[in-house]
């Protein structure tokens, strides 16, 4: 079974990208490898920068994932396995990776532009406005919340965080040789392995303990240094020898899935609201996006793409893999983690079966009952460290079953790999916090040069970032806003298609197919994460300020709506400054 559910996966996602992402290129963006990126036309050696196509889908991917596509798939099994996989297939081809793969490209023929001055650009003025305080505030949570969850992995597992800061040291050295010294790309890839090998031996060896709040702040120093420094110096190179990681784990647990043969032990399906969300039950839909974020579809991933990845790209055919291939790897990941919990979860709470009799949650009943398990699965997980703990220890099971491979190393392996997800998406999310910013303050650019010259300095605009997210992150309260952070996700998202959409129709006159499928997605988008935020509101106990955050997003959510309505029937719209010759 599990070996099965993966090959249709893998068909899905290999059958979509020749065809409808194929499709896309042809017929939407008309990709022109002729025509200078931003990376070449507006090189600055700092943020515009060409990188080795490789290199770039390494940095798109790591920085995208995140912690979202292991940790929504995860608890988004209270459903069932079924409606999950369901969700993060439909939500890939159709939604995801057609946000993406849009987003990048209007970006590239936007100067590098990000999705929010596109958005002022083909709807109205006031639509990218609202939306770059809107994303500011957002990028600021996910920082905030980023740096918590890595300070808190590295107080629990103290050899992580030597292997992790000496881990830079190795991106720093493959950078300086394949950048500056022009060394060989293989040789200097074979290199900063080597060193990434090494790292995590001294790490494993040596270590390093400190206290949460000592973490806080290397990790927002680090996170500063990461966002201003340039982008061929650390951000590229590291995300590169990152994906190593990344593609290692990812791949060992599909060979391993492929060979096991295993039956899947939890229920298709549970029941239709099941409590996923706060404790209370949640209806599949709409609830389903504000729990498989990344997995499926992200806001988040709009802003990487036309904030870091399209100032990078080298040649515009390369946007294709990078965009659409980066979300179908992602959405691969995700099926790993469905397919994974669904054959090893119960085996893995077996081994905790005395410690769920104390918390009076019987093991029987969860084997027999779907309808007891969709109600009791995340309490279950509780004594293996939550969702996120029952995939790593699913995950070393089933390298365990395959490779031999000891279980307890299997789960360090599986945290070592999410850490890396969640060191790369908080440091990129800084710089672009810090682009936003930029972006926000540039009408005192002619009024007051020197203020400006001062406040938008890109050292300046990172620490603003640092030091909020930091004083959020201090002493927890960032958890009061997490949830808040979900939905704002993905209402970045569905205005982030629209956009896309907009762009489709107005700029590079869509083909008649093309042009309805991305706008019906994105109506369909902006339907279901309104119906989810107006859900929440109603149903889920939280405090006044998360729930005047929602009743903001909602606000703003029938604004863009309106925009987008009114720019729809609009006649073509130029984008300023930009030489649109992608359009016809």
Known sequence: MTTWLLVIGVAVYVVSYLTYGRGLERSVVRADDSRPTPAHAMYDGVDYAPGHPLAIFGHHFASIAGAGPI??????????????????????????????????????????????????????????????????????????????????????????????????????????????????????????????????????????HASFHT????????????????????LQPRDYLNAYILF????????????????????????????????????????????????????????????????????????????????????????????????????????????????????????ADRIYFGNNLLKAAAPVGGALGLFNRSYGELLYQIFGLAPRLGALFA???????????????????????????EPLKESSPGFHRVIANRWVGGAIVVILAGWLAWDGAYNTVWPAFAGANQMVAAVALLTSAMWAVKVQRASGGYRWATVAAGVFLWITVFAGVIWYIWAVPAS????????????????LLADFSISYRESRVELARVPVGGGR
């Open 71 to 208: 940790v929504g798939p995860a608890i988004a099994v209270v459903w069932g396995w079924m409606p999950a996989l369901l969700w993060i297939w439909f939500g890939n081809v159709v939604i995801g990776a057609v946000h993406d793969y849009l987003s990048v490209m209007a970006s590239v023929r936007s100067e590098g532009k990000s999705v929010q001055w596109i958005a002022g650009k083909v709807m109205k003025p006031r639509t990218s406005w609202t939306m770059m305080v809107f994303i500011y505030v957002t990028l600021i949570l996910v920082v905030a919340a980023f740096i918590s969850i890595a300070a808190t992995n590295f107080v629990a597992n103290p050899e992580v965080p030597t292997s992790s800061l000496l881990f830079i040291v190795a991106a720093v050295v493959f950078g300086m040789l394949y950048y500056r010294y022009k060394m060989n790309f293989t040789v200097a890839t074979l290199l900063g392995l080597l060193l990434t090998a090494l790292a995590m031996w001294v790490g494993y060896v040596w270590p390093w």
């Open 215 to 234: 973490w806080i702040v290397v990790l927002g120093l680090y996170a500063l240094a990461a966002a201003s420094l340039p982008v061929w110096l650390l």
């Open 248 to 367: 290692v784990g990812l791949g060992l647990g599909v060979v391993a899935l492929l060979f096991t043969f295993r039956g899947i032990q939890l229920p298709a399906f549970t029941m239709w609201s099941a409590p996923a969300v706060g404790g209370v039950p949640s209806p599949f839909w709409p609830a389903i996006p504000l729990v498989i974020a990344c997995g499926s579809l992200s806001g988040f991933h709009s802003l990487v793409a036309s904030g870091t990845t399209s100032k990078q790209i080298d040649k515009e055919s390369h946007g294709l893999p990078i965009g659409y291939g980066g979300m179908l790897t992602e959405g691969l990941l995700a099926t790993l983690v469905v397919v994974t919990m669904g054959a090893f979860a119960m085996p893995v709470l077996s081994t905790v079966a005395d410690k769920l009799a104390q918390a009076g949650i019987s093991l029987d009943q969860l084997k």
């Open 415 to 441: 945290g070592l790999w999410v850490t890396a997800f969640v060191m790369t998406t908080m440091d990129t999310a800084t710089r672009l916090a810090r682009f936003t910013w930029q972006e926000l303050v």
């Open 544 to 559: 006044p300020v998360i729930k005047g955050i929602f009743v903001l997003m909602a606000a703003l959510s029938l604004l």
